[in-house]
């Protein structure tokens, strides 16, 4: 089974704070992936990873920027937190860029910024 | 920007019900999916269904889309409180796809026992 663990569940931080999500999948999937999930507007893409140190753009990049050093790690990086950035955060992988392919996502890492 | 939209946003059924939710799109797709989400967890895949398909069925779901109306259903035979939870869809667009997918913002599906 695939499994894409991010490695914090729950986490408290104050504005103006760097935030770092962390993400690992273990099935060697090419295509990393890191969304956004708040109430009534479903889940919104912040930047993909096509390959290692490839990225680019999603739906809601600002404030957001990302790293792909290894193949397994995806990370999202809040470089100032602000209070609007609080939400849940999905991080998911699939097997690569062609059509079809099912998305795999982790449990979420809830991230509160007060 | 958000591709497809659920409707209904919320649905209360009784066990052994069959639950409905629709899903429209707005621009051409290689193909649709249907995810599951229970209460503060990940998205687990339910079925996919290709642009030159009509209908298919897996277990207790049936999806059909119509690439006409740019729509799809999603239903649920025989439900279980354990379907509850929220359904989206998800669409491939045909073009500047990268595999990625672009979600709905979900039915919420309560099944009481």
């Known amino acids: 089974d695939v499994k894409v663990t991010q490695s914090s569940r729950y986490l408290v931080k104050r504005t103006g704070e760097k935030v770092f999500l962390e993400c690992v999948q273990d099935?060697?999937?090419?295509?990393m992936f890191w969304y956004r999930q708040d109430p009534g507007l479903g889940l919104r893409l912040i930047y993909f990873?096509?390959?290692?140190?490839?990225?680019e753009k999603g739906d809601i990049p600002e404030g957001y920027s990302v790293s792909r050093e290894k193949k397994e790690r995806f990370s999202l990086i809040l470089e100032s937190a602000s209070t609007n950035q609080t939400s849940m955060y999905l991080c998911a992988s699939s097997l690569d860029s062609f059509s079809g392919n099912t998305i795999y996502f982790g449990e979420g890492s809830w991230l509160t910024v007060v | 920007s958000q591709q497809g939209e659920e409707d209904p946003q919320a649905l209360s059924i009784q066990e052994g019900e069959n639950a409905t939710m629709n899903c429209s799109y707005k621009t051409s797709i290689n193909n649709l999916q249907w995810y599951r989400q229970n209460s503060g967890r990940g998205l687990v895949h339910l079925i996919l269904?290709?642009?030159?398909?009509r209908e298919k069925h897996s277990g207790r779901l049936r999806v059909t889309l119509d690439t006409s109306k740019k729509s799809s259903s999603l239903l649920i035979t025989a439900s279980r409180a354990a379907d509850t939870a929220s359904y989206f869809c998800a669409t491939d667009a045909q073009t500047d796809s990268w595999g990625k997918l672009q979600f709905g913002a979900g039915t919420q599906v309560v099944v009481t026992p």
């Open positions: 269904i290709r642009s030159n398909e």
């Open positions: 099935m060697d999937h090419e295509n």
């Open positions: 990873s096509y390959d290692v140190k490839m990225k």
